[in-house]
């Protein structure tokens, strides 16, 4: 008895006990928060690691050209450590792990790419300073500026205007095929379908999204891309439009099956009330429940997006993967990420293409996070008119 | 539920109160409704003339509800529903096949329990069954929506700010929103399932005036849980157990002198 009165007395009514009246709860609710806040900072590490990466083009440090300043590996001796670590490109713990014969050998290397370039003009262009990564340039040989990625080639050219535009082309194609399908299926299954049908027609959109990417994209290589052209009559099979419509596959049910929730998580009492007053059931949800859910379908579509940005496979395999700078969809096409997935592996480690590709990542990066940004911003104020808030 | 305890007072065929004893307008003949295999209703017949307030009034699940979504066919919408018999208005039988249930609604409306306007702007809640009977001049609907809502007494609240969301207004302006969202296409009855009982007494008094009101265009049925609501407000009063029609009369009749044992117990509170 006096030690229960004493456990009370801690504050009135207890209330001062705080976190240790119920200690069990306190450290889950730590937990969750712990976990939760991991998830946040591995974005933010994945995003460090990317960025720092293509660090030295940003700061404008990495050079591609091909006719450098050459120091003849005999004079090695008499330079300072700083300035040969620089010269060859290295970080100091790299050039702190390698011998003297080593970097012997290196300098040597350099003498002989200097002698073997080309008397090329372009050989002296840095083609990874922004000047030729966003603007069309003149390159020898050709009759007119262009916008070119050609990252194996003598003088390597890293435009990346032809693959942020067949990232759009394809990702356009596959919203404009799909959003409409995916935002028809959800309004139809959720306002329209007897529940029977329902039950058949749900799922099996939903299976659509455990089909891997791999499969969407050999079905999309294999026999799409020959009945559409057999359809469509154009002259390139691997193309963005075909790409796109096998993306599109991909973010159907994507699209629908968060559409779908929106669309029936809107009170029933808005359907009645429609009914009640004489309209059809497809009037009410075309005009009063599409309307209340539109915070959550919008969110549906701008996932899609983020999604088919994103997706690589599909695109890797029915693109046609060349990097062409056209805004024809029927042109092959070469998406940022698959780029990344194609060129990675066959990188020099630390080179200016690596660099390059780290490059484009981070485009990649900064183009979802501000789709989703916009997105939750205008979910944000639609809600607030919706819930009469503004 | 099928065996009902007081299956010996089963009113074959209410006679029409004194006043609506010209030609009625609503007739319900031997009505009985099913859910899946449970039986709702029990054959109930009755007869209502126009422009008069009836309240429906009963112990919670005794079918008053059901029986009122029967006129506008509301039941349609869930599957397992099974309906039988003949709900005439003005002569014409709603049930039979070549009637649209969608061209029915446009002419009996509905109010519901918990106000559900649109989340739209107040303009737009009223002016949305305009614009499904093809209404498209803007002149004309602005016109009928500013005559709804001040038949639904609610223009003076709103007048200033017809664009701004209708979730914004307050309990009791919704469903006054509601009523003139119903009233706005003219439909010649209007059904109220139990309209006031989310909603404070102050608000309470407005809308039971406002029945009172549109009682002079409208035939209104109301279903309500509250005797004193039913006493104010209707003309006549029919009394509902266990899906069966018990008494049906005058008001006053059925409050002060009920024919019945069940409805004399249930109007003065003895149980429900």
Redesign the interface.
Known sequence: MASQKEKRSIGWMGLSRGHKARPLEWIVEKMIFLISLSAILMVFLIFVFVTREAMPIFLGKADSSLVQQIIPASEMDKMPPEKLQEYLGLTPEEFKSKDRETLQLLMEVREEGAKEATDDRDAKVNTVSPRYIFKPYQWTGYDQPVYIWQPVSQIKKFNIIPLIVGSLKVTLVALLFSVPLALGAAIYVSQLA??RLKEIVKPCIELLSGIPSVVLGFFALIVMASFLQGTFHYQSRLNAFNAGIALGLAIIPVVFSIAEDALTSV?R??M?????????KW?AAW??IL??ALPGVFAAVVLGFGRAVGETMIVLMASGNASIMSWNIFDSTRSITATIAAELAETVFGGPHYRMLFVIGVLLFIVTFISNLVGELIMHRVKG?????? | MTESPIKSVVVKSSAPPAEASQTPFIEVENLSLHYGTTRALKNISLKLGEKVVTAFIGPSGCGKSTFLRCF?R?ND?I?SVHIDGVIKIGGQDIYEKQVDA??L??RV??V?Q?S?????SIYENVA??LR??GIKAKQEIEGRVERSLRDAALWDEVKDRLQ??????SGGQQQRL?IA??I??RPEIILMDEPASALDPIATAKIEELILELKKDFTIIIVTHNMQQAARISDHTAFFYLGELIEFDRTHKVFTNPAKRQTEDYVTGRFG
């Open positions: 007897p529940p009170p009492s808005y009645q009330a429609a009914l009640a007053v004489g309209s059809t009037q005009k009063v309307p209340a008119r919706l819930e009469g808030k503004r | 506008n509301m919408l599957d969608i061209e609604r446009k409306g509905m519901f918990r559900n306007p649109f989340p739209k949305y069954g499904l009977q701004s969301s209708a979730l914004g207004l509601c969202r119903a706005a296409i």
